[in-house]
């Protein structure tokens, strides 16, 4: 009789767990245990942060687990093999969508849930936080009549959102949008979305093939993992299809050289990759407690743009905040109220790197030169690197400048050039 109380009590810490994170805007909740101790981290605007464990949770930690994995439909039983599920419920009328993955530790088992919201997701480019210039250029891309528009970053960056945002711009009853998806992770009203299933051979090879001969105007490839999935979709944006897809590289210019790298013709890819977008998310400052202030000299990166700090007017990025509306001049830091949990930061944006395909680019790709030089042209041409746009981000007073360190690396020879593993 005594078991039923306790059932009732490790329910009720499994739900308030689920609610706390779903209720904090948090997008994965991390559980580990270790011995006699669980730790729980909520992954909210990017950041890792350690939740307080009650007595009641250590105590019951082993059942915590055990009923995570039950709500799941996993085998509790199974402690040798990862295993991955799904959890659906509903938080205040919303539908909650939560992916699961556990996986052995020495201890005992490690679980990481990826929460989808899938009410609070809306897919508006105006939401992506790209200044007007970059906004103006990806708005004229996503109509392209064919052509390859490739978004890069690594995992967590917001490269899907950005690819959801352009399909949902252009969803139109006489456009004809298929996606190539692993996973589908929210449904999008009028589009065809198919499930990459590698498990009964359904990979994006063998699905890109099928795809292509049900007439589509747009063509969403969730990632170019491998030299033919390449090869088909160059094929598509050459035969007159408009082709949206993602790699993993470190800048926008390591996009060519990777796809080069996999034994791609260079003639390929200059005449059919019309842009790269390289992307990542900086928290916002709370705009309810950041405070202005004048940091010393020695407290700013020595590539930090001081002329525009200082009123000078020989920035590239002193010419993108203007008409913008940005209050020039100002930097802030994050303080931290009751509106942001004492965090100082409230949701995440994106900082970009544009690297449309000119002549000059198309010329460097063909003689397979170097990412760097690619990247040195096109800063020449007037490209804003992720660096610089993520300055002109402090200077407009929407992140701090301990944001644009955590996310970009400085502008040099070599850096940010090479493809991530």
Same mark, same amino acid.
């Given at each position: ?21 779903? *209720? ?11 011995? *006699? ?385």
């Amino acid at each position: 009789m005594a078991k039923e109380p306790q059932d009732s009590l490790v329910v009720q810490l499994v739900n308030g767990i689920l609610i706390d994170a779903i *209720q904090s805007r948090t997008s994965d909740i991390h559980v580990t245990t270790d011995e *006699q101790e669980i730790s729980i981290r909520y992954r909210t605007d990017g950041v890792l942060i350690p939740q307080h464990i009650s007595p009641e949770m250590r105590e019951h930690s082993v059942m915590v687990v055990s009923r995570l994995k039950v709500m799941a439909n996993l085998d509790i039983a199974e402690r040798r093999l990862p295993q991955d599920g799904r959890i659906a419920i509903k938080v205040g009328g919303r539908d909650i969508d939560i992916r699961v993955s556990c996986i052995p530790s020495l201890y005992g088992d490690g679980i990481v849930m990826r929460i989808l919201d899938k009410s609070s997701m809306k897919f508006s480019l105006r939401g992506l936080g790209m200044s007007p210039i970059n906004y103006e250029t990806f708005s004229n891309l996503i109509r392209l009549p064919h052509g390859l528009v490739l978004i890069t970053g690594p995992t967590g960056s917001g490269k899907t959102t950005t690819l959801y945002s352009a399909l949902a711009t252009i969803n139109k009853p006489g456009i004809k949008i298929i996606t190539a998806e692993d996973p589908v992770e929210y449904r999008l009203e009028g589009i065809s979305q198919i499930q990459i299933n590698e498990k009964i051979g359904l990979n994006f090879v063998s699905l890109l093939r099928r795809i292509l001969r049900h007439d589509p105007d747009v063509v969403l490839i969730g990632e170019m993992r491998d030299t033919e999935t390449v090869e088909i979709g160059l094929q598509a944006a050459m035969t007159g299809h408009l082709v949206f897809s993602t790699l993993h590289t470190n800048d926008a210019a390591g996009a060519y050289t990777r796809l080069l790298s996999q034994g791609v013709e260079p003639f390929l890819v200059s005449s059919c990759v019309d842009a790269v977008i390289a992307q990542r998310l900086v928290r916002n400052l709370c705009q309810h407690c950041k405070v202005a202030y004048d940091p010393d000299s020695d407290e700013l990166p020595s590539d930090f743009p001081l002329e525009t700090l200082q009123g000078g007017q020989h920035s590239v990025i002193r010419n993108v905040l203007k008409g913008s509306g940005a209050p020039e001049g100002k930097i802030y830091r994050a303080a931290g109220c009751p509106h942001c949990r004492n965090v100082g930061y409230k949701g995440r944006s994106g900082v970009y790197e544009f690297l449309v395909s000119s002549e000059r680019i198309r010329e460097l790709v063909e003689r397979n030169t170097t990412a760097w030089e690619i990247k040195r042209t096109a800063i020449e041409e007037g490209m804003l690197t992720l660096r610089m746009d993520g300055w002109r981000k402090v200077l407009a007073g929407e992140t701090t400048v301990e944001e644009v360190l955590r996310v970009t690396r400085a502008d040099s020879a070599g850096a940010e050039t090479s493809a991530s593993p």
